[in-house]
């Protein structure tokens, strides 16, 4: 699957189940690993895993492969890596912490 198109099946699955604050940075001319970066607000632990599980059962259902998936256990910050499309789910205060959207100094990129 094109990396565009793994990245807006990830959007909708998020949007599907209210995602908060969804922002997808274009990292190709920063990153040799990875084409996409989206990043997730989910509103508890519940939320957070709900929104990792629900990227990883669409992709996989798609034919796409879900190569890892970390943090499930506390789930205040899950990473899902599908190759050329990287998902970060994280709850509220996660997100403020490490600001990645900062971190890659990125502005975000148009929903496609």
């Not at 908060?20 to 632990?45: C, E, H, P, W």
């Not at 050329?84 to 502005?107: C, F, G, N, P």
């Amino acid at each position: 699957m094109k990396p565009a198109k793994l990245r807006d099946l990830a959007v909708k699955a998020l949007e599907d189940i209210k995602g908060q604050q969804i922002v997808t940075l274009d990292i190709r001319k920063q990153s040799s690993f990875a084409d996409y970066m989206v990043v997730v607000t989910g509103t508890s632990n519940r939320h957070v895993k709900s929104l990792a599980e629900e990227v990883s059962l669409r992709c996989k259902a798609a034919g796409a492969n879900v190569l890892g998936m970390e943090g499930q256990l506390q789930s205040e910050w899950i990473l899902l890596d599908m190759g050329d499309v990287i998902v970060h789910v994280m709850q509220a205060a996660t997100r403020k912490l490490y600001d990645l959207e900062s971190l890659w100094s990125l502005k975000p990129s148009p929903k496609a």
